[in-house]
């Protein structure tokens, strides 16, 4: 069956009309500030978040404070659908990094739904599929490649989220999701706008040369954007051997 466009959240959009169509009575408007805790770790989830507009940043706390981004989703994905598919709690904090707004789900309606269309599923598990790259690639950069490769694949796939040059974000937030200090971030956004590659202002982030600042980024951001695109737009259940009422 084919896909109509539904929904500005390509989880929703990419979903054949009649499986969408289980959903959308049930699809709650969500608004999403900035610096709102959409799970923690262990937590129960009630409710999922398809996000139209803003990027949500998944997030390893640890004993000491100190916080850890693993991955980012925004129009792309959704934030806690891995519950849907396994122990009903949320596996890392979810904070909205950009704000914006989108959908919300129960989780119980979402769960009843993927067992009934094999389509929702099949997305669902391509969608933590892609969640997991992120987390995988992130720590092998976070290791191997400089702090200026790392901030500018950030950046761009910040943009890609939000599909807009500017960004609003502070050094401080940036710092606490790469777990390096403030000082550091500071000293390499100021490396990238000497050479012209951003604009920054205080809360503000203009990329002012795209290809410039690809060329800055380590591999790690075509890696994941390849191997992201790929998974979210093959959502077929035949691809993943899965059959009509699985």
């Given at each position: 069956?084919?896909?109509?466009?539904?929904?500005?959240?390509?989880?929703?959009?990419?979903?054949?009309?009649?499986?969408?169509?289980?959903?959308?009575?049930?699809?709650?408007?969500?608004?999403l500030p900035?610096?709102?805790?959409?799970?923690?770790?262990?937590?129960a989830v009630t409710r999922v978040y398809f996000p139209h507009t803003g990027v949500v940043s998944l997030i390893v706390s640890l004993s000491s404070g100190e916080m850890i981004e693993t991955g980012m989703v925004g129009r792309d994905s959704l934030a806690g659908g891995s519950a849907a598919l396994d122990g009903k709690i949320s596996l890392n904090k979810s904070i909205v990094q950009i704000a914006g707004g989108g959908s919300a789900l129960s989780m119980d309606r979402l769960r009843r739904a993927a067992d009934e269309h094999a389509e929702i599923k099949t997305a669902l598990i391509r969608h933590e599929q892609a969640i997991l790259v992120q987390a995988q690639q992130s720590a092998a950069c976070n290791i191997s490649h400089t702090l200026e490769a790392r901030l500018a694949r950030w950046l761009l796939r910040c943009r890609d989220l939000m599909q807009s040059d500017r960004l609003d974000l502070t050094q401080e937030f940036i710092s606490e999701m790469m777990g390096v200090r403030r000082t550091s971030v500071s000293i390499i956004a100021g490396t990238l706008q000497k050479a012209g590659l951003v604009q920054y202002r205080r809360g503000h982030i203009h990329i002012a040369d795209l290809e410039g600042l690809r060329d800055a980024s380590c591999e790690c951001y075509e890696t994941v954007k390849a191997h992201t695109d790929r998974l979210l737009n093959d959502q077929s259940p035949s691809s993943l051997g899965l059959s009509h009422g699985a």
């Open positions: 069956m084919s896909c109509a466009s539904q929904s500005p959240n390509l989880f929703l959009n990419l979903l054949p009309a009649c499986a969408y169509a289980s959903i959308a009575p049930h699809l709650q408007t969500a608004e900035q610096g709102q805790t959409l799970f923690d770790a262990g937590d």
